[in-house]
């Protein structure tokens, strides 16, 4: 579930992170994007194919491991269910966040709208 969330599938936590990213970077730079876009495609194709080596590659050795307890469960569980929250709710965590990246976002255009220094 986690590699497939890197991946970026829509209806989990990092599809809506790289659709905000691509969406926000086309404005300011269409070529960049193209090129970002195209790193995301080829992340999908590195996590692919990790992901078909390490559940169809070949059995070197035959490893004696017990399976998940109750506390892996509950771990594992829980963050499955972030995970999921996210894609499907992302606003959420925007709206927790919108006051913070306004105050960044202002800070910014302040420090770029300043004079520059007069002893140069």
Same mark, same amino acid.
């Given at each position: !579930?986690?590699? /497939?969330?890197?991946? @970026?599938?829509?209806?989990?936590?990092?599809?809506? %992170?790289?659709?905000?990213?691509? =969406?926000?970077? $086309? =404005?300011?730079?269409?070529?960049? =994007? @193209?090129?970002?876009?195209?790193?995301?495609?080829?992340?999908? /194709?590195?996590?692919?194919?990790? !992901?078909?080596?390490? $559940?169809?590659?070949?059995? /070197?050795?035959?490893?004696?491991?017990?399976?998940?307890?109750?506390?892996? !469960?509950?771990? !594992?569980?829980?963050? %499955?269910?972030?995970?999921?929250?996210?894609?499907?709710?992302?606003?959420?965590?925007?709206?927790? =966040?919108?006051?913070?990246?306004?105050?960044?976002?202002?800070?910014?255009?302040?420090?770029?709208?300043?004079?520059?220094? %007069?002893?140069?």
């Amino acid at each position: !579930m986690f590699v /497939l969330a890197s991946l @970026g599938l829509p209806g989990l936590g990092n599809f809506i %992170a790289e659709i905000l990213i691509l =969406t926000g970077s $086309f =404005t300011a730079s269409k070529i960049l =994007t @193209g090129i970002a876009a195209l790193g995301f495609i080829a992340a999908t /194709l590195y996590s692919l194919r990790i !992901m078909q080596k390490v $559940f169809y590659g070949p059995v /070197l050795k035959k490893w004696e491991i017990a399976d998940f307890g109750l506390r892996e !469960m509950i771990v !594992m569980g829980s963050l %499955a269910i972030v995970i999921i929250w996210l894609g499907l709710f992302p606003s959420s965590i925007l709206n927790a =966040t919108q006051q913070m990246v306004r105050g960044v976002i202002e800070q910014v255009n302040i420090t770029a709208n300043m004079p520059q220094n %007069a002893n140069r």
